[in-house]
């Protein structure tokens, strides 16, 4: 079945040095566009942990997150940013003489300042990158999860509604040789009265030119063809399923062609019909795919 591009996973993982939250978020997107919220000791691996996505999602906007909390304060260090914090207790200092104010710092105000502060690991740790890649992994399983769900009820519904499709092109079909008839029937009928109360009398060479011209404007048969296999195709990547969402937005762009098409030269009203609501299903059917990876 084919996954949905949104969908929400997470995953916690604790041991006895740190705690570690996950959170995957997925919207549709033309592409796989990975927005990140790490902590600043990890975003060196960035390019490291997208391989690891990239591996479980192939399209749409994805947004990760990790809320990493130390339990111990052995295996990290505090970096406080000395040349920033100097610069910002000269600029005080500076500005008590001017106002000739005593100037007495409170260091430990600059612990409020994040700016100022990054946090580190002591020493690199392949076993901690390890730990959180596993994090990541089962969060990416459980956003797949959701995305197979939503998946499974997108291509449910679109199934009906391809084959509902499916049910009008052929009674287009089949309404299709009978207008055909119709209208050439009447063609002649009309030519014949004119060329009589012209005194003419009407030519088989002229009535055959003038339905051949007409039989042309009216016939849908390729489109019909083409617009079967599409919704054939259409219908059989659904239950083939995997990553399918761009080759079916094609197939409905190039389904959509083509109904138009017979709905240009349709000159019946029943075919009308169901051409206005072939189209407005299909505009259903393009709405819902834009959500499938």
């Not at 749409?60 to 406080?80: M, N, Y």
């Not at 580190?120 to 769900?149: M, P, Y």
């Not at 609501?277 to 819902?288: G, I, S, T, V, Y």
């Given at each position: 079945?084919?996954k949905?591009?949104?969908?929400?996973g997470?995953?916690?993982?604790?041991?006895?040095?740190?705690?570690q939250?996950?959170?995957?978020?997925?919207?549709?997107?033309?592409?796989?566009?990975?927005k990140?919220?790490?902590?600043?000791?990890?975003?060196s691996?960035?390019?490291a942990?997208?391989?690891?996505?990239?591996e479980?999602v192939?399209?749409?906007?994805?947004?990760i997150?990790?809320?990493?909390t130390?339990?111990?304060?052995?295996p990290?260090?505090?970096?406080?940013?000395?040349?920033?914090?100097?610069?910002?207790?000269?600029?005080?200092?500076?500005?008590?003489?001017?106002?000739?104010?005593?100037?007495a710092?409170?260091?430990?105000?600059?612990?409020?300042?994040?700016?100022l502060?990054?946090?580190?690991?002591?020493?690199?740790d392949?076993?901690?990158f390890s730990?959180?890649?596993?994090?990541?992994?089962?969060?990416?399983?459980?956003?797949?999860?959701?995305r197979a769900?939503?998946?499974q009820?997108?291509a449910?519904?679109?199934?009906?509604?391809f084959?509902?499709?499916d049910?009008?092109?052929?009674?287009?079909d089949?309404?299709?040789?009978?207008?055909?008839?119709?209208?050439?029937?009447?063609?002649?009928?009309?030519?014949?009265?004119?060329?009589?109360?012209?005194?003419?009398?009407?030519?088989?060479?002229?009535?055959?030119?003038?339905?051949?011209?007409?039989?042309?404007?009216?016939?849908?048969s390729?489109?019909?063809?083409?617009?079967?296999?599409?919704?054939?195709?259409?219908?059989?990547?659904?239950?083939?399923?995997g990553?399918?969402?761009?080759?079916?937005?094609?197939?409905?762009?190039?389904?959509?062609?083509?109904?138009?098409t017979?709905?240009?030269k349709?000159?019946?009203l029943?075919?009308?019909?169901?051409?206005?609501d072939?189209k407005?299903e299909?505009?259903?059917c393009?709405?819902q795919?834009?959500?499938?990876?």
């Amino acid at each position: 079945m084919p996954k949905s591009m949104t969908g929400y996973g997470k995953s916690r993982l604790e041991n006895d040095a740190y705690t570690q939250v996950w959170e995957v978020r997925g919207v549709n997107g033309r592409f796989l566009d990975l927005k990140w919220r790490l902590p600043y000791f990890l975003r060196s691996q960035e390019a490291a942990l997208e391989r690891v996505v990239r591996e479980a999602v192939a399209r749409g906007r994805v947004e990760i997150h990790l809320e990493f909390t130390p339990t111990g304060s052995s295996p990290w260090k505090a970096c406080l940013n000395k040349g920033l914090a100097g610069a910002m207790l000269d600029e005080l200092e500076a500005l008590a003489r001017e106002r000739e104010t005593p100037f007495a710092p409170d260091f430990s105000r600059l612990l409020s300042v994040p700016q100022l502060w990054k946090e580190e690991a002591a020493e690199d740790d392949s076993e901690l990158f390890s730990n959180l890649t596993e994090g990541l992994r089962q969060a990416l399983v459980d956003f797949n999860q959701a995305r197979a769900k939503e998946g499974q009820a997108l291509a449910k519904d679109l199934l009906e509604r391809f084959e509902r499709l499916d049910a009008w092109q052929k009674a287009i079909d089949a309404l299709t040789p009978t207008v055909k008839a119709e209208k050439l029937e009447a063609l002649v009928a009309r030519i014949t009265t004119v060329l009589e109360k012209a005194g003419m009398e009407p030519t088989q060479d002229r009535l055959l030119q003038e339905t051949a011209i007409l039989a042309d404007r009216l016939d849908v048969s390729e489109e019909m063809t083409r617009l079967a296999g599409h919704l054939d195709r259409l219908i059989g990547l659904i239950r083939k399923g995997g990553e399918i969402g761009k080759r079916l937005d094609f197939l409905i762009q190039e389904a959509f062609r083509e109904i138009n098409t017979c709905g240009n030269k349709a000159q019946n009203l029943e075919i009308s019909r169901l051409v206005v609501d072939f189209k407005a299903e299909l505009e259903k059917c393009r709405e819902q795919v834009q959500n499938i990876e």
